[in-house]
């Protein structure tokens, strides 16, 4: 199992960046979390791989969007009006079946972070 993560870099306040994540193979749920310097791993967003249903954290509704690339096998991250606070190192992970989709104990396989940096 793989997980293929790019995208990361640095972008000004306001702008825009788009992240993927390219699994190896099928499975049930593709989330991403971030981490910033100092802070705790916090959940993004996540979307079922069917691409029926997405899930956001309250900070980034509105701001993000996370969605199903089915002809590449895999879920981009689409990040708009990015906020300084945005910066950190963002992970891809799945999840083989459904739980909850916010813990990232729930999730088994993890990607290589990407380096967002949001300047002001």
């Known amino acids: 199992v793989q997980l293929q993560a790019s995208g990361g870099g640095l972008v000004q306040a306001g702008g825009s960046l788009r992240l993927s994540c390219a699994a190896s193979?099928?499975?049930?749920?593709v989330g991403w979390f971030r981490q910033a310097p100092g802070k705790e791993r916090e959940f993004v967003a996540a979307v079922n791989w069917d691409g029926e249903r997405q899930y956001y954290t309250d900070s980034v509704k509105d701001r993000f969007t996370i969605s199903r690339d089915m002809a590449k096998n895999a879920v981009s991250l689409q990040m708009n009006s990015v906020k300084p606070e945005d910066t950190a190192v963002y992970y891809c992970?799945?999840?083989?079946?459904?739980?909850?989709?916010?813990?990232?104990?729930?999730?088994?396989?993890w990607g290589q972070g990407t380096l967002v940096t949001v300047s002001s």
């Open positions: 992970a799945a999840q083989n079946r459904g739980s909850m989709y916010y813990d990232a104990g729930a999730y088994t396989y």
């Open positions: 193979f099928s499975i049930y749920r």
